[in-house]
């Protein structure tokens, strides 16, 4: 039977995705001008979109989290989730896709913006999310759709179907034929375009486009590839059926075109999602949610609001949710819904209750978590996905300017790592240093700017020290005596050593080769806790290790030896060994592994090797074709701004994993300014 025209049951979830700058704040706008949910399109250059409402996108006139927007089309309700382009805010797409019935790219026939685009479609590919491609900016295009096409299907694992070809008159886009449809239309400004017959002369390109996309769902229904052997034109109804079976099956990807800052091609994209786009049964299937059970929802974006407290952005995946529904989440904690809001950009509005397939944001579910499903009742549901943020990329040091703050700070963080699991606080007690880590400049500034402007805790931002460390080259031996008289009883402890350097990785090594008895068995402990204490910070100002200290001869005294008096000689006794035992400076290497398109490798290994890097090798990355994978070993002092500039020699698409690998032996220039830097600390 044909479902060409059938209505939707039950709101659908529709991500907006794609590069940075391609239009998807844009696009939205005008499907809520064009569904009448607003009376005119905004702009982001001039801060007037729904979308991108808080101070920081406004600022950088960006996406920097989720813009949520419900509307209503030809009696179907649609929500759209509009997903920042920067890679640096990738993760926040990674957690409303698998929640979503299917995801409109956003792009542009650019070739230098393929890159960007392959890592948007790849996400989409491995969350397994029926996807239509649309070509914004159409009315700016400088080469032919077919050719564009070409440029594009390098990004795409799937291919791309052709849906649409532009009408060109004078060079410019002025209108599209429709090949599903076999009809033309003519764009109009801020407006549906205008229904007109297919230009003669348009014919015969309509003709070669539509057979090469019927050939294309030939590939997946043996029927349509009889009918089209035997040049029989296929009924509508069935092309139509195809594609929408060939896209939520993901065998295809239609490819539309458009200019939605012009709202054109807008009504003709929200038709293509009504008949294709997938419903909440088949987004169920996927998730192996069970249609059958109590209320089930998943949170895909955690917000805290300056006034609202908490909310808990969610889709309904299974039955109703109501205010006041008790609930309990995937890890087990209990919750109750203290409010239902529908979400249109920044504003909000309270519901009673949510019916299912809606996307809405529940009140004050302190105990539930971004990526959690939670579930009405006592039950503890498995979580309908797992996204696992991925590794921070760059650090700072956040510092308030009054330690009485710190308690502050540490909660704004932590609200700010519940919103953007993506970054990572810690507070390093060797160093005295709280760092927060992301994924790239604007990630932290922008975290930064929210810890002022919606906590407000302002704080300076600064460089990580290295966690250097120095060990010794050769042996050296000394001897602590400590005496001191008091009155009643005094102080004495008396410890011969031998240090000598371990091999690279074994830590600090005590020994006793004490004979007669010299140094009583009570007191030797306490000379290696003596020892232990001192290496905490060696001649350099650093921690000693790989060195081992043993204990030699000595001498007590009956009434003034004690623990601490022995202690107290193994610290002078090795603060006299050290410094002839010739330390040197311990750095921190990183195993680096770089991915990057082909076309960067020479600029990324340059970028290396100019960090003091060793490159190890180069390889293709898997599963990707045109990107490679450069390994190489980074010292850790050089590896702070490496994002900044890989990322400017790869049109944003570079990246990078980096783990501990060796300490290994610094010298020179960099080895005096670690030094220098440890003294100007401890004065």
Not at 514 to 533: F, K, L, N
Request: glycine letters at 10%; charged letters at 25%; aromatic letters at 4%.
């Amino acid at each position: 039977m044909a479902t060409h025209g059938r209505l939707a049951a039950g709101p659908r979830c529709i991500a907006i995705v794609g590069p940075f700058q391609s239009g998807k704040t844009t696009l939205l706008e005008s499907i809520l001008e064009r569904t009448g949910a607003i009376p005119r399109a905004g702009r982001v250059a001039d801060g007037s979109s729904v979308g991108d409402a808080g101070a920081e996108a406004r600022a950088h006139a960006m996406s920097v989290e989720p813009n949520v927007a419900t509307v209503s089309f030809l009696g179907d309700t649609f929500t759209f989730v509009d997903c920042p382009g920067s890679v640096e805010f990738a993760h926040d797409m990674r957690t409303v896709l698998p929640a979503c019935d299917a995801a409109v790219v956003v792009c542009e026939a650019d070739e230098r913006k393929v890159p960007a685009l392959e890592l948007v479609l790849r996400e989409l590919e491995e969350a397994d999310i029926p996807r239509i491609l649309f070509i914004n900016k159409i009315d700016a295009a400088t080469r032919r759709v077919r050719e564009s096409l070409e440029i594009l299907q390098r990004a795409s694992r799937a291919p791309l179907l052709l849906r649409q070809i532009p009408i060109w008159r004078d060079g410019i886009a002025v209108g599209f034929i429709d090949l599903a449809l076999e009809r033309a239309f003519i764009y109009r400004e801020h407006a549906p375009s205008e229904v007109v017959s297919i230009p003669d002369g348009e014919l015969p390109r309509e003709r070669e486009a539509r057979f090469a996309m019927l050939e294309r769902l030939a590939d997946y229904d043996d029927a349509l590839m009889e009918d089209l052997i035997s040049e029989i034109e296929p009924p509508r109804d069935r092309v139509f059926d195809d594609l929408a079976r060939e896209v939520r099956e993901r065998h295809v990807v239609p490819v539309l075109i458009g200019a939605a800052e012009r709202g054109n091609g807008v009504t003709r994209l929200l038709k293509a999602l009504r008949h294709e786009a997938p419903r909440l049964p088949e987004t169920r299937d996927r998730l192996g949610v069970p249609a059958e059970g109590p209320p089930l929802a998943h949170v895909l974006k955690t917000l805290h609001t300056t006034h609202g407290g908490k909310l808990s952005v969610s889709r309904v995946l299974r039955g109703r949710l109501k205010e006041g529904d008790g609930v309990v989440g995937s890890r087990g904690a209990e919750a109750r819904v203290a409010g239902l809001l529908n979400l249109r950009g920044a504003a909000t509005t309270r519901i009673p209750e949510a019916e299912e397939g809606a996307l809405v944001a529940v009140a004050r579910m302190d105990t539930i978590e971004t990526g959690e499903s939670f579930g009405v009742g006592k039950a503890r549901p498995l979580s309908a996905a797992t996204v696992v943020p991925p590794d921070p990329v760059q650090t700072v040091t956040v510092a308030v300017k009054d330690r009485k703050d710190e308690v502050r700070l540490t909660a704004a963080i932590a609200r700010i790592v519940e919103e953007d699991p993506s970054y990572r606080f810690e507070h390093d007690g060797e160093l005295g240093e709280m760092r927060l880590s992301g994924q790239g400049e604007m990630h932290l500034r922008v975290a930064v700017e929210r810890l002022w402007s919606r906590f407000g805790v302002p704080v300076a931002i600064g460089k990580p020290r290295v966690r250097y460390r120095e060990t010794i080259k050769a042996a050296a031996s000394a001897r602590g005596r400590h005496k001191k008289q008091t009155g009643g009883h005094g102080q004495f402890g008396d410890v011969a050593i031998e240090v000598r350097p371990l091999a690279r990785g074994e830590g600090f090594a005590f020994e006793d080769r004490i004979t007669g008895g010299v140094v009583p068995r009570q007191y030797i402990p306490s000379v290696e806790a003596g020892a232990r204490d001192f290496v905490r910070k060696g001649p350099l100002g650093f921690p000693v290790v790989d060195l081992a200290v043993t204990l030699t001869d000595g001498s007590y005294h009956t009434v003034d030896s004690s623990d601490a008096a022995f202690q107290a000689a193994a610290r002078l006794a090795l603060s006299e060994a050290l410094p002839k035992a010739k330390p040197t400076l311990l750095e921190p290497i990183l195993s680096v592994e770089i991915a990057v398109p082909s076309d960067a490798l020479s600029r990324a290994s340059g970028l290396v090797t100019a960090r003091r890097g060793q490159i190890l090798g180069y390889d293709g990355r898997p599963g990707w074709t045109g990107w490679e994978v450069l390994s190489a070993l980074v010292p850790e002092a050089e590896i702070g701004d490496l994002i900044v500039e890989l990322r400017s020699a790869t049109a944003g698409v570079g990246t990078f994993r980096a783990r501990f690998d060796h300490m290994a032996e610094v010298t020179g220039r960099t080895a005096d300014m670690a030094i220098a830097g440890a003294k100007a600390t401890a004065g």
